[in-house]
């Protein structure tokens, strides 16, 4: 069949919740402001237990990633629109807030870098571009999160087809139940959103769902590598005031020292957050940060170290010991 324009392209069929119509925003057109707010929030509240549903297969993944950064792998995120933007967010996010760069998380978006801020037409459909980011950026040890609300997504399919030809774990991040890629991902996250306030406008459900579960991935993924001790953000790139403040305030609220205190210890170790909780935690004097340092060299961060992957805790024990020892003693 042609048209004045030439042979017309079948439509794409894509058979997902967030295309059809939701019957509880039919009306959004007739509404006043507060009312269409309403409607919009009232079915956001619906993402995040949504994606709680999904709390085993997040562990299992977040599990697999562990393991590949933990042999000197990477975890790739891929997509196109929106989907593909989020992982950029994600992944560009870690290196300020736990020093994790590239050489542990990368995200590639269809279209390239000037696709954050511009669609580009056709990146999308190319499996092709999508197998040669595995072809060409992926090692043996890493894990490929294919990122796709449609689940259909022919870039994520090339990237995870290729991934699978190569034996390297994959998953999926979708807002459909029935993704067809899903055969392609040994963990498939498919987020059930249901349909968007605006049929097919993924930007909504679909995208809230996808920041939740990128969150939680790489963040749990963050702290099992020992990047957090308890709840604090232990290596945060300190790049300029308000960082600097920062890690004083964590030593502060680590450790229960005062302000001059946490500076101190800070200042000591060559303003090394890991060994200034070190010092304080051990109960050592400021003249001892050079034995902090080398005793927190002693405990790397591992996920392999129960109850302790930091290995903080462990080192302020043994800097502890060290310090309060006769021999530590004498020798000071």
């Known amino acids: 069949m042609t048209d004045s324009h030439g042979p017309l392209t079948p439509l794409v069929q894509v058979h997902s919740p967030t295309e059809e119509r939701n019957p509880r925003s039919r009306d959004i057109d007739t509404l006043a402001s507060a009312q269409v707010v309403e409607r919009i929030l009232a079915e956001d509240a619906t993402v995040v237990a949504a994606v709680q549903a999904l709390t085993h297969e997040i562990a299992r993944l977040t599990d697999l990633c562990v393991d590949a950064l933990t042999n000197g792998g990477r975890v790739h995120y891929v997509g196109a629109g929106t989907s593909g933007r989020l992982g950029v ?3 560009v996010e870690l ?3 736990y020093n994790a760069g590239s050489d542990m998380f990368v995200a590639h978006l269809a279209g390239g870098d000037g696709a954050m801020m511009k669609a580009v037409e056709g990146a999308e459909d190319s499996e092709e571009l999508g197998a040669s980011v595995v072809a ?3 090692g043996e040890h890493d894990v490929i999160v294919g990122l796709a609300a449609s689940g259909r997504t022919p870039y994520v399919k090339g990237a995870l087809a290729a991934a699978r030809e190569r034996g390297l774990a994959t998953a999926l991040v979708s807002a459909n139940p029935n993704a067809p890629l899903a055969a392609l991902a040994d963990v498939p996250l498919l987020v059930n959103t249901g349909p968007e306030v605006v049929t097919g406008s993924t930007r909504m459900k679909a995208a809230t769902a996808q920041k939740v579960l990128l969150n939680a991935l790489s963040t749990s993924v963050m702290v099992r590598l020992g990047k957090t001790f308890e709840n604090l ?7 300029n005031e308000k960082l600097v403040a920062r890690t004083v305030r964590i030593v502060r609220e680590a450790t229960g020292v005062s302000e001059e205190e946490a500076r101190a210890a800070l200042e000591a170790t060559g303003h090394n957050l ?4 070190v010092l304080v935690l051990a109960g050592a004097p400021l003249e001892q940060a050079p034995e902090a340092l080398e005793t927190l060299a002693q405990f790397p961060p591992s996920a392999k170290r129960p109850g302790d992957a930091s290995g903080i805790r462990s080192a302020s024990e043994a800097l502890r010991a060290r310090v309060s020892s006769p021999t530590a ?4």
């Open 89 to 91: 967010l994600d992944a």
């Open 95 to 97: 290196l300020p807030t």
């Open 136 to 138: 060409d950026h992926a």
């Open 233 to 239: 953000m232990i290596d945060v790139r300190a790049t």
């Open 274 to 277: 890991r060994a200034a909780l």
């Open 329 to 332: 003693a004498e020798e000071r």
